[in-house]
């Protein structure tokens, strides 16, 4: 770079240069060096079996340069300067669950403090293999179906990967990054229709599955499929149709045009009393998978209080929707279950059109800021209020909000407001309907 001896300014910032090139061309009037952009790495991503070693290596010209590597941990530990890490190479050794994270290179010279270069971010992650075997209840192996790996988050867990079951009723995931999870099977209904999709922990719901913390090589994860259960048969039918309104990424496949979701876990529990003095509960009585066009129906069902869940991990049931159902003889009841980040709301459709009023959801609940209501409306209305009372059923706040078809969000400062609960109404303009939600306050 001699010939730059010869000019009269030169800005070179948001380049990639060394102390080097920068050191020798100071003298050059009005030299512009800085925001150089991170050094250029190879293979800026490695995924390595649990335990390998590595070596990190960064390259920059220059004469007395100083070096720092710095570690930024996945697992939540602030980021921080490696002891003894000063040279151009870093030797990653044994790489686990702790060590996973980012790491770069800061270098600095002497001859110009002003200046820091930064090397772009080595993403470090460890891995493994999950495998197991899939059993039925009377510990025969069950060489069908599939295992679903599921990675957990706070929201829709995310899908992974998917393994067949094969003929020795093995399973297996190579390369797993190191993490939490979930395992889902899923059997071949068509060959096996009273199998039931079953998670870690042998159980039908995501809620209490069984977290497998993948923090280093694991033994075999066996997983028995659970049955469905034998009942007594009626005259009634629950029916509906199963949605999402966000892109699927979860385990569950979305039909695109429709956005309906095909074999999510459908099942209802129906309630039993109890002896006097005990509390009554809830035992499975079908279990169900929506079809290709996300549609499902529970057939023949007697008459008494049911309660309808939706398996899609990592979205709860909105317990305020239309999931406990009384069913009469002979009744036909449908329902629409609509699947966002948040929960799963259920609407009753038997009569015909949907609710004025679906998907309301309203959090966080309890809340000391501000509370946020999504609603969506079905169709036209000519107006939609809010109106909030406490617990002495005093009206507190009243206020129009958006009442156009569609999905709509709208938040409340309560920030000044007393601790205790409120009740929250959303009623349109002619009153032929009401929606009505508990808020809890507390600071």
């Not at 050191?23 to 250029?40: A, H, M, R, S």
């Not at 509370?371 to 809010?386: E, H, K, M, P, Q």
């Not at 601790?419 to 600071?443: E, F, K, N």
């Given at each position: 770079?001699?010939?730059?001896?010869?000019?009269?300014?030169?800005?070179?910032?948001?380049?990639?240069?060394?102390?080097?090139?920068?050191?020798?061309?100071?003298?050059?009037?009005?030299?512009?060096?800085?925001?150089?952009?991170?050094?250029?790495?190879?293979?800026?991503?490695?995924?390595?079996?649990?335990?390998?070693?590595?070596?990190?290596?960064?390259?920059?010209?220059?004469i007395g340069n100083q070096y720092q590597w710095t570690f930024n941990q996945f697992q939540g530990v602030s980021e921080g300067e490696i002891s003894g890490a000063t040279a151009t190479n870093f030797?990653?050794?044994?790489?686990?669950?702790?060590?996973?994270?980012?790491?770069?290179?800061?270098?600095?010279?002497?001859?110009?403090?002003?200046?820091?270069?930064?090397?772009?971010?080595?993403?470090?992650?460890?891995?493994?293999?999950?495998?197991?075997?899939?059993?039925?209840?009377?510990?025969?192996?069950?060489?069908?179906?599939?295992?679903?790996?599921?990675?957990?988050?706070?929201?829709?867990?995310?899908?992974?990967d998917t393994s067949l079951v094969d003929g020795n009723a093995e399973y297996l995931f190579e390369d797993v990054d190191l993490g939490d999870y979930v395992l889902l099977t899923r059997p071949n209904?068509?060959?096996?229709?009273?199998?039931?999709?079953?998670?870690?922990?042998?159980?039908?719901?995501?809620?209490?599955?069984?977290?497998?913390?993948?923090?280093?090589?694991?033994?075999?994860?066996?997983?028995?499929?659970?049955?469905?259960?034998?009942?007594?048969?009626?005259?009634?039918?629950?029916?509906?149709?199963?949605?999402?309104?966000?892109?699927?990424?979860?385990?569950?496949?979305?039909?695109?045009?429709?956005?309906?979701?095909?074999?999510?876990?459908?099942?209802?529990?129906?309630?039993?009393?109890?002896?006097?003095?005990?509390?009554?509960?809830?035992?499975?009585?079908?279990?169900?998978?929506?079809?290709?066009?996300?549609?499902?129906?529970?057939?023949?069902?007697?008459?008494?209080?049911?309660?309808?869940?939706?398996?899609?991990?990592?979205?709860?049931?909105?317990?305020?929707?239309?999931?406990?159902?009384?069913?009469?003889?002979?009744?036909?009841?449908?329902?629409?279950?609509?699947?966002?980040?948040?929960?799963?709301?259920?609407?009753?459709?038997?009569?015909?059109?949907?609710?004025?009023?679906?998907?309301?959801?309203?959090?966080?609940?309890?809340?000391?800021?501000?509370?946020?209501?999504?609603?969506?409306?079905?169709?036209?209305?000519?107006?939609?209020?809010?109106?909030?009372?406490?617990?002495?059923?005093?009206?507190?706040?009243?206020?129009?909000?958006?009442?156009?078809?569609?999905?709509?969000?709208?938040?409340?400062?309560?920030?000044?407001?007393?601790?205790?609960?409120?009740?929250?109404?959303?009623?349109?303009?002619?009153?032929?309907?009401?929606?009505q939600m508990r808020m809890l306050v507390a600071h």
């Amino acid at each position: 770079m001699t010939f730059m001896k010869e000019i009269n300014s030169l800005d070179v910032s948001e380049n990639r240069l060394g102390f080097e090139e920068i050191i020798y061309n100071l003298d050059v009037p009005g030299f512009v060096y800085d925001n150089q952009k991170k050094i250029k790495i190879e293979d800026p991503v490695r995924r390595l079996q649990f335990g390998t070693d590595d070596s990190l290596k960064v390259q920059v010209s220059g004469i007395g340069n100083q070096y720092q590597w710095t570690f930024n941990q996945f697992q939540g530990v602030s980021e921080g300067e490696i002891s003894g890490a000063t040279a151009t190479n870093f030797f990653l050794d044994s790489i686990n669950y702790m060590s996973m994270g980012t790491y770069y290179l800061t270098v600095n010279n002497p001859d110009l403090p002003d200046l820091t270069l930064q090397s772009e971010d080595f993403e470090m992650i460890a891995v493994t293999d999950v495998f197991g075997q899939i059993f039925d209840p009377d510990q025969t192996a069950y060489p069908k179906g599939d295992v679903i790996l599921l990675e957990v988050f706070d929201g829709p867990f995310i899908h992974r990967d998917t393994s067949l079951v094969d003929g020795n009723a093995e399973y297996l995931f190579e390369d797993v990054d190191l993490g939490d999870y979930v395992l889902l099977t899923r059997p071949n209904v068509e060959e096996d229709p009273l199998y039931i999709q079953t998670y870690t922990g042998n159980s039908i719901y995501w809620e209490e599955a069984d977290t497998l913390k993948l923090q280093e090589p694991v033994p075999g994860e066996d997983i028995i499929i659970q049955e469905d259960v034998e009942s007594p048969p009626g005259e009634a039918s629950i029916s509906g149709i199963v949605e999402t309104d966000f892109p699927d990424e979860a385990r569950i496949d979305e039909i695109e045009a429709r956005k309906r979701v095909k074999r999510a876990g459908c099942s209802i529990r129906r309630f039993r009393s109890a002896g006097r003095g005990e509390d009554g509960v809830w035992e499975l009585f079908a279990y169900i998978e929506s079809d290709e066009n996300g549609e499902f129906e529970f057939p023949e069902l007697p008459e008494g209080m049911y309660l309808f869940n939706v398996q899609y991990p990592g979205v709860p049931m909105n317990p305020d929707s239309d999931i406990e159902l009384e069913v009469k003889p002979n009744s036909k009841i449908r329902l629409e279950a609509l699947i966002t980040e948040e929960n799963i709301t259920v609407n009753d459709v038997t009569l015909g059109l949907p609710l004025v009023i679906g998907g309301f959801n309203l959090y966080p609940n309890p809340t000391a800021s501000t509370a946020t209501i999504d609603y969506l409306v079905n169709r036209s209305i000519d107006r939609l209020g809010i109106k909030i009372y406490n617990g002495a059923g005093q009206n507190i706040f009243e206020e129009e909000i958006k009442h156009q078809p569609g999905k709509h969000r709208y938040g409340i400062d309560v920030s000044g407001w007393k601790d205790g609960i409120y009740y929250v109404v959303l009623q349109d303009g002619r009153r032929t309907m009401m929606v009505q939600m508990r808020m809890l306050v507390a600071h």
